[in-house]
């Protein structure tokens, strides 16, 4: 199998993550791509030039990390499944999985507005999708289970706090959000975290 990435993509990583605790790392080959060169490799696995992109063993090539991370918990050797197949556990996990997911689409829009000359820069629109990034971690806060047990829902929350502390350190995202800040420091300590921690 092929896993196109980038070493600082949260959407990447979420997918790393899930193939080291599924037991699937050693079977992928992690490719790194640059989406804005128009990376060949990657263009041919998606269209749309993103990553993450999976190429699964039987060729068929998978995107968007949701239905990555699903393939490859599905297809998982080792440890829980880290998203139930069924009943209410399952919604509760893609309440998580969303929540996070918003906060890094905020984040990422963030970033590309800010790459722009400053003088095509909306401040209106950095400054709405900043509000809701903290509106999304003050969700998460309130929505996360006190047992926090490990699957794709807190793996996505964690994975969004550390890369909105990565690429928006002017985002205070820890103040009024223990659980936040307590999953992530638990989490952030596995072998799966370290060895995909952006840069």
């Not at 030039?49 to 599905?74: F, H, K, R």
């Not at 400054?127 to 699957?151: G, I």
């Amino acid at each position: 199998m092929k896993l196109y990435i980038s070493t600082a993509s949260p959407y990447a990583r979420l997918c790393r993550i899930v193939a080291r605790e599924r037991g699937l790392a050693d079977g992928i080959e992690e490719v790194v791509a640059d989406p804005y060169a128009d990376d060949p490799g990657l263009m041919a696995s998606n269209p749309l030039v993103q990553v993450p992109a999976l190429i699964a063993g039987d060729g068929l090539p998978l995107t968007d990390s949701p239905v990555i991370c699903e393939w490859l918990d599905a297809h998982g050797t080792t440890g829980p499944r880290l998203l139930p197949a069924e009943g209410p556990g399952r919604w509760r996990v893609r309440r998580l999985q969303t929540l996070a997911h918003g906060a890094l689409e905020m984040g990422v829009k963030r970033v590309l507005e800010r790459r722009r000359p400053e003088s095509e820069q909306s401040p209106s629109w950095i400054e709405r999708w900043t509000r809701n990034m903290h509106r999304s971690f003050d969700a998460l806060e309130h929505t996360l289970p006190d047992d926090a047990a490990q699957d794709l829902g807190v793996i996505a929350t964690a994975v969004a706090t550390t890369w909105t502390g990565f690429r928006h350190p002017d985002i205070d995202w820890r103040t009024g959000h223990p659980r936040l800040v307590a999953l992530t420091e638990r989490l952030e300590a596995r072998d799966s975290f370290v060895q995909t921690y952006p840069r």
